[in-house]
């Protein structure tokens, strides 16, 4: 069975930091291409930045230039770096993967940006 398990959200002001973790069990992470998506209330779930087995990074333009993306494959774990966050990126963020033609998600983290 795939497991999925996000860690790192919470509540910071406009401007700041964070860094959210996913950790994966279950399947054959080296291989394994990563998404992470979030979801704002009222929302549809939606994409934010890939990072496939071998490296390659995409974001969304919303999130370019203040988001990135690393993975370690010895720890099975993806990580989101989030910088110069904003209200709108308000949401529950969600690591997505996919194992033989099936999506899997985890639960969610709650990343609230509010002063």
């Known amino acids: 069975q795939v497991y999925l398990v996000e860690s790192g959200g919470g509540l910071v002001q406009p401007g700041g930091s964070l860094r959210l973790s996913c950790k994966a069990s279950?399947?054959?992470?080296?291989?394994?291409?990563m998404g992470w998506y979030r979801q704002a209330p009222g929302g549809q779930r939606e994409l934010v930045g890939t990072?496939?087995?071998?490296?390659?990074?995409e974001f969304v333009d919303s999130v370019k230039g203040r988001f990135t993306i690393s993975r370690d494959n010895v720890r099975r774990t993806t990580s989101l770096q989030m910088n110069s966050l904003t209200p709108e990126d308000t949401a529950v963020y969600y690591c997505?993967?996919?194992?033989?033609?099936?999506?899997?998600w985890g639960r969610g983290t709650q990343v609230t940006i509010s002063s």
């Open positions: 997505n993967t996919k194992s033989r033609g099936r999506d899997f």
């Open positions: 279950g399947i054959n992470f080296r291989l394994a291409d």
């Open positions: 990072i496939t087995s071998d490296n390659k990074i």
